[in-house]
């Protein structure tokens, strides 16, 4: 380490990029100017016969010494910014950062275990980053921190965040077929909302469901719960299927039961469901046999039924805890999504494979639209927002019921 320091890590590495610009950009005119200087001034038909030039010693020195002062102070500002990236403070609340693809994993100290970053504002953070398969890159660029995920190498980066609000969290190393959906988000909150949070996840985090074993290694960011397969097989109503899996390069038909669950979490390129990739990381010795059980039984039905029928709805907390007011407004102004204010009955034109469709907003479209936004999406607009098929059947329900009241 290279000792404390008080240096602002934002404005060190705000400085040194402006610096290193705004030299590179004098540098430029400098020299395109006197390039166009030295076509007049020792044209041709000014200078029919070249003059032999044998040298100027103090030229020489001027512009050894200058660019050589230049680069040096380059380096001083490099430097500087370098330090205050790489020096945690001694006081930094530490969390883990476990990178896989396409997903982030936020482990506290306390035990709670998240897909997003919740910090306090004004208080150091130190993130411990590591990948359980391949490099990814940890990127949050509001706060000027890039750190890589290595596989069986640990790595740190750190921040303060002085203002409350909702910063991106992006993958910046390819890490394969759905690298660009590989998003999160650091959630900076005053103290008090920070500690309110804590004491909501330590009591949900005392009990372990299926349903927040799903969201916590975040299996949704490769399945689906509406029958649509893109690079793994949907999972609704998957208890007691037959499936073709590839055993040793040979198919081998077998029925969807825990058992066979239990096997492809836990080792999921022992059988490979036929026509999919073997991407899915092991989750032996990092799912604990309680987490397991839970998602087994979640997946096969046992708890989702119970979740579906789970009453007593917060549809405003849902909402918020869903980050759907991140990208859509209810006010009519545009933000990365298209208005929520009046949504239910609106005719909106969508690129449907590649083709623009007029609909009319219903129950039946905004279910899709919330299960797989990749089907029809507003035409405008980018395709970023995820799948939320980790819903249960009554939160889905509950949201499109509250789309209808944003008037």
Known sequence: ????????????VDRAFVLILGFSVFMLLVITAL????????????????????????????WTVIPTLIVLLMFYFGWSSFRALRT????????????????????????????????????????????LDVIHSFYVPAFRIKMDCVPGMKTYAWFNADKTGDYDILCAEYCGARHAYMLSKVHVMEDADYEAWIQKESGVASGVTGKKVYEKYSCSDCH??????????????????????????????ITVDADYLKRSIMDPEAEIVKGFQ?????????????????????????????????????TDDLVEEQGCLSCH??????????????????????????KEVTITVDDAYLRTA???????IVKGFDPIMPTFDSLSEKEVQAIIDWLQKQK
């Open 1 to 12: 380490m290279y000792g404390q320091t008080s240096i602002d890590a934002v404005g060190q």
């Open 35 to 62: 390039m166009i200087y030295f076509i007049f001034r020792y044209s041709r038909k000014r200078h029919p016969e070249a003059a032999d030039i044998t040298g100027s010693g103090w030229l020489e020195v001027v």
């Open 88 to 131: 945690v403070p001694k006081n930094a609340m530490e969390v883990t950062v476990k990178a896989r693809m396409w997903s982030w994993v936020f482990e506290y100290p306390n035990g709670i275990v998240s897909n997003q970053l919740y910090v306090p504002e004004n208080k150091p953070v130190k993130l411990n980053l590591t990948s």
């Open 224 to 253: 689906t719960m509406d029958g649509t397969s893109d690079i793994a097989p949907a999972l609704n109503n998957i208890a007691g299927t037959t499936q073709i899996v590839m055993v040793n390069g040979k198919e081998k038909s």
């Open 278 to 314: 073997p991407m899915m990381p092991p989750f032996k010795g990092e799912m604990s046999k309680e987490e397991l059980n839970a998602l087994v039984k979640f997946l096969l039905k046992g708890e989702g039924k119970a979740v579906s029928e789970t009453k007593g709805i917060d």
């Open 329 to 354: 407004s209810t006010d009519g102004s545009v933000v990365a999504g298209p208005s929520f204010k009046g949504i239910f009955g609106r005719k909106t034109v969508v690129l449907r494979d590649g």
């Open 370 to 376: 919330i299960l797989n936004p990749g089907k029809d």
